[in-house]
């Protein structure tokens, strides 16, 4: 098949959650701009809203739900829906997520749940019901954004530690999901960014500037086109080969 056309994403059906900002949004514009269609899902509806009124500019269609990747029953309506809508589901990327920022000795359990729940229970959450449709349709790739926090420890002055132990178990199960669900021909493969300023972000880099730079051989933090490729090659036929895969973009830092 002629290379364009494995890359071409034309009609193919995304759901992104998370997707009305940060990186979420970066990887909802460059799967519209190949010409997927897109539901962006999170628990601020009309951030959602408002994301879908510029993403239909690409030409495809957006729906906007509202989304809470911790509630089973939130995440059903949203695969209802989509199947409502488009009578299938291409492409699930699951990149809603959240951290917490205390030392090991005084995080609360409240504080480390809410992390796990978030990241790690809703990623198996969303791809449990979405993999449902995927496994009649015969076809399907999901998309898990880790971290490269998931890959190894960090220092004591970023104090994160549910964060990575939870991006380190969707690594994990990125690469046990993709065994399970090979034999119905859906890949599933993470992402792994290094360093991007977005909300999530943005204080712990504004205070570590010159610190992270220093460990970043492309000496700069990731930009608002740098997901894009990654995201496109993932949920293309252009992947169809590659599965259990964690793709880091990082500008080299876990080199
Ligand atoms: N920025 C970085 O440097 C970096 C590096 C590595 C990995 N990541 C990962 O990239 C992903 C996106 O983060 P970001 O940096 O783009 O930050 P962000 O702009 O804060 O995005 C996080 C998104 O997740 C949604 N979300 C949070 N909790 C949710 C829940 N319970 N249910 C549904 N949606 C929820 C938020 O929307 P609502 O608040 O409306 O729900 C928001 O849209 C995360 O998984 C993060 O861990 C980021």
């Known amino acids: 098949m002629d290379v364009k056309k494995l890359f071409d994403l034309s009609g193919r059906v995304a759901?992104?959650?998370?997707?009305?900002?940060?990186?979420?949004?970066?990887?909802?514009?460059?799967?519209?701009?190949?010409?997927?269609?897109?539901?962006?899902c999170a628990r601020k509806k009309e951030r959602c809203l408002?994301?879908?009124?510029?993403?239909?500019?690409?030409?495809?269609?957006?729906?906007?739900?509202?989304?809470?990747?911790?509630?089973?029953?939130?995440?059903?309506?949203?695969?209802?829906?989509?199947?409502?809508?488009?009578?299938?589901i291409d492409i699930l990327i699951n990149n809603a997520g959240t951290s917490w920022g205390a030392p090991v000795e005084t995080m609360t359990l409240e504080q480390w749940n809410?992390?796990?729940?978030?990241?790690?229970?809703?990623?198996?959450?969303?791809?449990?019901?979405?993999?449902?449709?995927?496994?009649?349709?015969?076809?399907?790739?999901?998309?898990?954004?880790?971290?490269v926090a998931g890959l190894r420890g960090s220092s004591p002055t970023l104090s994160a530690i549910g964060y990575s132990s939870s991006k380190g178990g969707v690594i994990i199960f990125t690469k046990d999901l993709a065994c399970k669900w090979g034999v119905h021909n859906i890949q599933v493969n993470a992402i792994a960014p290094g360093w991007f300023p977005t909300d999530m972000s943005d204080k712990v880099i504004e205070r570590n500037?010159?610190?992270?730079?220093?460990?970043?051989?492309?000496?700069?933090?990731?930009?608002?086109?740098?997901?894009?490729?990654?995201?496109?090659?993932?949920?293309?036929?252009?992947?169809?080969?590659?599965?259990?895969?964690?793709?880091?973009?990082?500008?080299?830092?876990?080199?």
């Open 114 to 147: 809410k992390v796990i729940e978030t990241n790690l229970t809703g990623t198996f959450l969303f791809s449990q019901a979405v993999g449902k449709v995927m496994i009649s349709q015969r076809r399907g790739k999901i998309i898990n954004i880790a971290s």
């Open 15 to 40: 759901i992104i959650s998370g997707g009305a900002t940060g990186l979420g949004r970066q990887m909802a514009e460059g799967l519209a701009e190949m010409g997927a269609n897109l539901v962006l």
């Open 50 to 88: 408002a994301a879908a009124e510029e993403l239909q500019k690409h030409g495809g269609q957006v729906l906007a739900l509202g989304c809470d990747v911790k509630v089973p029953s939130s995440i059903k309506e949203v695969v209802d829906a989509t199947v409502k809508k488009f009578g299938r």
């Open 209 to 255: 500037r010159e610190v992270l730079l220093a460990g970043i051989p492309l000496g700069r933090f990731g930009g608002p086109d740098d997901l894009k490729g990654a995201a496109v090659f993932l949920g293309s036929d252009a992947s169809d080969f590659v599965t259990g895969h964690t793709l880091v973009v990082d500008g080299g830092q876990s080199a």
